[in-house]
Each structure stands twice: as structure tokens, then as C-alpha cells.
Nanobody
Framework: QVQLVESGGGLVQAGGSLRLSCAASGRTFSGYTMGWFRQAPGKEREFVGSIRWSDGTTYYTDSLKGRFTISGDKTKSTVYLQMNSLKPEDTAVYYC???????????????WGQGTQVTVSS
């Protein structure tokens, strides 16, 4: 049974940083692309970025480049989302996702995590 479990969310002041983690289990993810999405209140879920598990290649949505960084630790089967210079508009539920194949933008994931809340206060 595949599980993606996010952690690390919370409340942070504007300008601060948070690191989210996504622990993946239940199968081998070597042929997968792992990604992060977020959904703000009243808005559609949007793609944040991705990392190819095989070679660590990352891809980010243009608006978040430079502030958000995705990395992975194969020994822990964990993917991270480092978020810096956070803004109130970054407030959202952040979801981890996995897609079979080597892609840049994930459109329809094969697996989702349950999400973790990030709240940025002004």
C-alpha cells in the first residue's frame, strides 16, 4: 500500500522559512517523479514543483522559482520542500504527490498525500 505522508507544516511569520517533508513508502519510487502541490482557500490546487527520483532533476512553477527548493533523500525515501521568504499568499494546504514516469510538470498524480497546512501571518 503506497503512502505519502507530509509533515513540517505550521504557522510562520512573513519572511520566514519552513521545510516540509514527504515520507514515501509502499513501493519502489525509482521510476517516479515526486511533486508538491498546494491549495489555498477558495482556489484550485496548483502545481508547485517536482523532482525526478532517479537523478534528482527538479522543476518549479515559474512564480516560485528562487524561493522554493525541492530535494530528496533516497536513503530515507523522503522528499523535501524548502520554502524561504514566505508570504501570506503562500498560505495553503501543501500536498505531496507521485507520478510514474520522468516528467517535469505533474498534471494527474498517481498518488497523493493527505496534505499539511502552512499558514503565513503578515
Amino acid at each position: 500500500q503506497v503512502q505519502l505522508v507530509e509533515s513540517g507544516g505550521g504557522l510562520v511569520q512573513a519572511g520566514g522559512s519552513l521545510r516540509l517533508s514527504c515520507a514515501a513508502s509502499g513501493r519502489t519510487f525509482s521510476g517516479y517523479t515526486m511533486g508538491w502541490f498546494r491549495q489555498a482557500p477558495g482556489k484550485e490546487r496548483e502545481f508547485v514543483g517536482s523532482i525526478r527520483w532517479s537523478d534528482g532533476t527538479t522543476y518549479y512553477t515559474d512564480s516560485l522559482k528562487g524561493r522554493f527548493t525541492i530535494s530528496g533523500d533516497k536513503t530515507k525515501s523522503t522528499v523535501y520542500l524548502q520554502m524561504n521568504s514566505l508570504k501570506p499568499e503562500d498560505t495553503a494546504v501543501y500536498y505531496c504527490a507521485a507520478k510514474l514516469g520522468l516528467v517535469a510538470t505533474i498534471t494527474v498524480p498517481d498518488y497523493w498525500g493527505q496534505g499539511t497546512q502552512v499558514t503565513v501571518s503578515s
